[in-house]
Nanobody
């Protein structure tokens, strides 16, 4: 079970940008595939993007492709999510978690052994 902590959320106007960070403790995060997930108010959590181990393959949902960038910050043992051109539909709590894989255009599921952190709140509003 990975210990991950999300940060970087906040209030932003439509069209604005935010950069989220997912920092790991006790493990080398580069050894795991990691995904970012969004839970909008009153809705189930859904994936936004994921990144593979090693060769750094990335996967994005249609909703965020071209606007979000997922990457690794190995110096800080972290995975980031750069979010540009945010829309009100981007409002929600964002979580990171280990996923089984990120390849062939899809993100693997989150292992049952993993638990969700507190996430970081993003509100996109005028």
């Amino acid at each position: 079970q990975l210990q991950l902590a999300e940060s970087g959320g906040g209030l932003v106007h439509p069209g604005g940008s935010l950069r989220l960070s997912c920092v790991a403790r006790g493990v080398t995060l580069n050894s795991y595939a990691v995904g970012w997930f969004r839970q909008a108010p009153g809705k189930e959590r859904e994936e936004s993007a994921c990144i593979a181990t090693g060769h750094e393959e990335t996967v994005y949902t249609k909703a965020v492709k071209g606007r979000f960038t997922i990457g690794r910050d190995n110096a800080n043992n972290a995975v980031f999510l750069q979010m540009n051109s945010l829309t009100p539909e981007g409002t929600g709590v964002y979580y990171c978690a280990r996923v089984y894989y990120a390849k062939f255009g899809s993100c693997g599921s989150v292992p049952a052994s993993e638990s969700w952190g507190q996430g970081t709140q993003i509100t996109v509003s005028t």
